[in-house]
Nanobody, 115 residues
């Protein structure tokens, strides 16, 4: 089994920044990709950003230019730097990990953007 633990969420004013972290542990042997999803109340879960084992990245159009995903392969950790935050970024952010055909999810961390 694989465990994912997120940290870094919280309350921030519009225009502010937050950095999320997700550390993976357990039976890790071949990570294909890690990413961040978010789900706001009453909305479907959406992909925010993802990064493959080769370093390729993918972003939702709504966060391009504001969010940056990165990883520390030695620590099996992925980060999401979020800048210029907007109220519409408010959501529960969940980390995901794909290993072969298996997907794993973290518990999620709340991000609230409000004045």
């Amino acid at each position: 089994q694989v465990q994912l633990v997120e940290s870094g969420g919280g309350l921030v004013q519009p225009g502010g920044s937050l950095r999320l972290s997700c550390a993976a542990s357990g039976s890790i042997f071949s990570i294909n990709a890690m990413g961040w999803y978010r789900q706001a109340p009453g909305k479907q879960r959406e992909l925010v950003a993802a990064i493959t084992s080769g370093g390729s990245t993918n972003y939702a159009d709504s966060v391009k230019g504001r969010f940056t995903i990165s990883r520390d392969s030695a620590k099996n950790t992925v980060y999401l730097q979020m800048n210029s935050l907007k109220p519409e970024d408010t959501a529960v952010y969940c980390c995901s990990l794909q290993q072969t055909t298996e997907f794993y999810w973290g518990q999620g961390t709340q991000v609230t953007v409000s004045s």
